[in-house]
T-cell receptor, first 113, second 115 residues
Framework: GAGVSQSPSNKVTEKGKDVELRCDPI?????LYWYRQSLGQGLEFLIY????????KSGLPSDRFSAERTGGSVSTLTIQRTQQEDSAVYLC???????????FGQGTRLTVV | AQSVTQLDSHVSVSEGTPVLLRCNYS??????LFWYVQHPNKGLQLLLK??????LVKGINGFEAEFKKSETSFHLTKPSAHMSDAAEYFC?????????????FGAGTQVVVTP
């Protein structure tokens, strides 16, 4: 597709369950970001992939959060044992190179009940 | 290390009057700077970017920003606000070194436009 695609667009899950959020970046983009945006808040950095370099995981809030990027393309953000405070919109973005502008997906709205 | 500070969390302007959103940054490397806009229940859209070319950058919807290295600022302006400018605006900094490409977002400025 032409833009960054995220799926699902909405996810409701029960507390304690695991969830997987998917991001399909723009083809050829080497950089990929995950951010979290809680209601009325700014963007919280989670993780950053750049080419074949080790990802910058400094923003992951706990060891329940993990992400991988397979083949330098699709990325999956996994949240284990979800908690209510994990409820937020999870945004993925990709960029053609390090330091260039990022193009954002529409996000996945996660609700933990 | 890099960081970005948006000096106003909320700005209220009357339609037709100028808009000024203030942003200061710090970066150990030559920075790239961006402004993004997020309308209610919409995705993030790039307004404009500075990448070490002209210091005055023009963006979409009549917005522009000026990079001032001596002041470490990248303020966003628009001469005349429109009702459709009501949104949240984010200033973003990124170092241009290949190993330091992470985008650092400011906390955002909520813009309200009154008739």
């Amino acid at each position: 597709g032409a833009g960054v695609s995220q799926s699902p667009s909405n996810k409701v899950t029960e507390k304690g369950k695991d969830v997987e959020l998917r991001c399909d970046p723009i083809s050829g983009h080497t950089a990929l970001y995950w951010y979290r945006q809680s209601l009325g808040q700014g963007l919280e950095f989670l993780i950053y992939f750049q080419g074949n370099s080790a990802p910058d995981k400094s923003g992951l809030p706990s060891d329940r959060f993990s992400a991988e990027r397979t083949g330098g393309s699709v990325s999956t953000l996994t949240i284990q044992r979800t908690q209510q405070e994990d409820s937020a919109v999870y945004l993925c973005a990709s960029s053609p190179e390090s330091g260039a502008e990022a193009f954002f997906g529409q996000g996945t709205r996660l609700t933990v009940v | 290390a890099q960081s970005v500070t948006q000096l106003d969390s909320h700005v209220s302007v009357s339609e037709g009057t100028p808009v000024l959103l203030r942003c200061n940054y710090s970066s150990s490397y030559s920075p790239s700077l961006f402004w993004y806009v997020q309308h209610p229940n919409k995705g993030l859209q790039l307004l404009l970017k500075y990448t070490s070319a002209a210091t005055l950058v023009k963006g979409i919807n009549g917005f522009e920003a000026e990079f001032k290295k001596s002041e470490t600022s990248f303020h966003l302006t628009k001469p005349s606000a429109h009702m459709s400018d009501a949104a949240e605006y984010f200033c973003v900094v990124s170092a241009t070194s290949k190993s330091w490409g992470k985008l650092q977002f400011g906390a955002g400025t909520q813009v309200v436009v009154t008739p």
